[in-house]
């Protein structure tokens, strides 16, 4: 999958915002990779072996849940994983198809893939993932050097992270959105600069960029432990968020959330919506559902959930919010967004709570504008601490 979805699995949500007609968006997790890359933590296979039982397991989850968002129109379609690329066309037609026959999609706007570059690489077969209705591509680029890209243990090459997007455009597809990395060891800060001038050069309307994290875990928390890889280093990853941020806005991009840079407001539309409280479906091994007041995620293993799907159920996990928690995701996702954090939004008192803790932090960090907060550069680079400290405690 491309980092794109730290997002999408990792899920934060808040209070639903009412309108005439609800819309919300429905996540499938693709959970098959060709190789795993050093520093992921998402649930994925490497073996395509129980992929047709997969999909016919994830056409019968179609069904088994088309009530969760009853009322709804689908605004939003989002193909993550996982890397949905390594499916067939066949596959996701199946999918797709299954889709049209359960929901309403009139009122559909985005439909994301995520997409490997070493999958991108037959014109024929992009194009016709646009008869699909798919109108945007994530492309997992993460860097233009190979060097980095060994680095992470990533399935493509340099010339692939090249062509792939030209590709793309070529097929006729504006709408895309790169992934890039920053903080890699290998990388410096003239190599970030090179990277970003040659995403710019490309003329992507959206770029998603992410400092390399070490996850518990994963190969590479491994690898560091026993002296085969450079431990991150997070004055690098400080220092190269500042230029990124520098570099998007000389070149036209608004970071409209601190991982998130847009021209000409091409905003992602599922993903602003997790933002914005909306409410969502996830389906596949390891998703995350919203409903407005609950949240569930499926188990994260391909066998257990084909298995219990074959006997009519769905093995998820569920947790009811409570109304601190509801506040404290909002705070959370709210001051990562440039629209910031409404403090009347969170209710009178924890608003009380709110301003009064505001005055505890570094008043370089963030703005007050009509009661609204919004984070400065600086204060982005100490995002969560920030918004931790603003937190409200259980009642
Ligand atoms: S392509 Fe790499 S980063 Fe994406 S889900 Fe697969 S292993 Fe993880």
């Known amino acids: 999958m491309n980092e794109d979805n730290v997002k999408v699995h990792f899920v934060f949500h808040f209070v639903v915002l009412t309108s005439k007609i609800q819309m919300a968006g429905i996540y499938i997790h693709i959970p098959f990779c060709k190789q795993a890359c050093h520093y992921c933590n998402f649930y994925f296979s490497t073996s395509l072996g129980n992929k047709d039982n997969f999909i016919k397991a994830l056409l019968t989850e179609i069904d088994l849940s088309k009530d969760y968002l009853v009322g709804e129109k689908i605004e939003t379609i989002y193909l993550g994983g996982g890397t949905p690329s390594q ?5 996701l037609r199946l999918i797709t198809d299954k889709l049209q026959s359960v929901y309403d999609l009139n009122e559909l706007k985005e439909f994301t893939i995520e997409t490997n570059p070493d999958d991108l690489k037959d014109a024929e077969v992009i194009k016709e993932i646009g008869t699909l209705r798919v109108n945007r591509f994530s492309i997992g680029i993460q860097s233009f050097f190979d060097e980095d890209l060994k680095y992470m243990n990533r399935a493509h090459n340099s010339d692939e992270a090249l062509s792939s997007i030209k590709r793309v455009q070529d097929s006729g597809f504006e709408n895309i959105t790169i992934d890039l990395i920053y903080g890699t060891p290998t990388m410096n800060d003239d190599k970030w600069k090179q990277n970003l001038d040659i995403a710019f050069s490309l003329n992507v309307p959206h770029i998603s960029s992410y400092a390399l994290t070490v996850e518990s875990k994963t190969s590479l928390e491994k690898r560091i432990t026993k002296g085969e890889s450079k431990p991150v280093d997070e004055e690098q ?16 991009f608004e970071q409209y959330e601190i991982s998130n840079f847009a021209r000409d407001r091409k905003y992602a539309v599922h993903n602003s919506n997790y933002w914005f409280g909306k409410k969502y479906l996830g389906l596949g091994p390891s998703a995350h559902s919203f409903n407005g007041s609950s949240r569930r995620w499926n188990v994260s293993n391909n066998m257990n959930y084909i298995n219990t799907i074959k006997e009519g159920k769905i093995l998820f996990e569920e947790e009811v919010l409570t109304e601190a928690q509801k506040v404290n995701e909002k705070i959370m996702t709210s001051l990562r967004t440039q629209w910031g954090l409404r403090i009347a939004e969170c209710g009178v008192l924890n608003a009380e709570l709110i301003q009064k803790r505001l005055k505890e932090i570094d008043s370089s960090h963030y703005r007050l504008e009509n009661e609204i907060i919004k984070l400065t550069d600086e204060g982005k680079l100490f995002a969560d601490s920030i918004a931790a400290s603003l937190f409200i405690e259980e009642q």
Do not use: T, V, Y
């Open 237 to 252: 990853s400080a220092r190269q968020l500042k230029m990124l941020m520098n570099e998007m806005r000389a070149h036209g």
């Open 87 to 91: 499916l067939s066309i066949e596959d």
